[in-house]
């Protein structure tokens, strides 16, 4: 592949292409299963892979959406054995993910919780990247995308396998960026506390708002 026209310097930091296997979808209640990540340089040049189970309390949860039972997970290190290794290859680079905000949400918590931190300033996300470049497919799940390209699908729902469809997918919108001279939608990736406590506060004043409304009602009923 070509790589973009004019790199930015962000770009040039090069990307580290995510995906997780979770036992649900609250990333404060659930945990990571399975996690890949393949680190490409700039241009798309695969320079490593890496991808391992992770042994978490709670269970796999959805078991026919990622094939992955509790008996798979008995030996696997737990994340904060991983998290060394998962440093190493985040640090530097820019996440990439599809729906990146899900991925970077259950690894930030994940290394709150093993009392770490992953160094990460910005993520990628190849659904909004796909959007903005206006891409002809059907919808922008994965698979679909795939399709669009004509890029093979092995074992979908599995890290490492989502992670190599992903990498093509990632090279085919980062052409197209290139030729429409399109910028890279980044978004900065913020530690798990400070991202909740954001949360947190958008979802108590939406409930102020909600209460609000409802005492407006009252009163005009009252009329």
């Known amino acids: ?12 930091r090069g990307f580290a292409v995510v995906d997780v296997e979770t036992s ?8 990571v299963i399975e996690v890949a990540v393949t680190q490409l ?9 890496w991808s391992t189970l992770v042994r978490a309390r709670g269970g796999t949860g959805p078991v026919h959406i ?10 696997a290190p737990t994340f904060a ?20 905000v899900f991925d970077w949400t259950f690894l930030a918590h994940e290394a709150a919780r ?4 992953l160094p990460v300033e910005e993520r990628l996300c190849t659904v909004t990247l796909a959007r ?17 390209w004509g890029i093979p699908v092995t074992q979908a729902h599995r890290a490492a396998d989502d992670v ?26 913020l530690p798990a506390a400070r991202w909740w406590r954001l949360a947190g506060v958008a979802h108590r004043w939406k409930r102020r708002v909600r209460r609000a409304k409802r005492a407006t009602t009252r009163a005009l009923g009252r009329r």
């Open 132 to 148: 903005q470049l206006g891409i002809p497919s059907r919808n922008l799940r994965l698979g679909t995308l795939a399709e669009h």
């Open 24 to 31: 649900g979808l609250d990333p404060t209640k659930h945990r």
């Open 114 to 117: 093993a009392h770490t931190s």
């Open 164 to 189: 190599h469809v992903l990498v093509d997918v990632l090279r085919q919108c980062l052409d197209e960026a290139g030729r429409q001279r399109s910028p890279l939608p980044l978004e900065q990736c």
């Open 41 to 49: 340089s700039p241009a798309g040049v695969v320079e490593s892979e």
């Open 1 to 12: 592949m070509s790589a973009p026209s004019a790199p930015t310097p962000s770009l040039r």
């Open 81 to 100: 054995e991983v998290a060394g290794t998962l440093r190493g290859l985040l640090e530097g680079r820019i996440l990439v993910a599809h729906n990146a």
């Open 66 to 75: 990622h094939g992955l039972t509790d008996h798979d997970l008995r030996d």
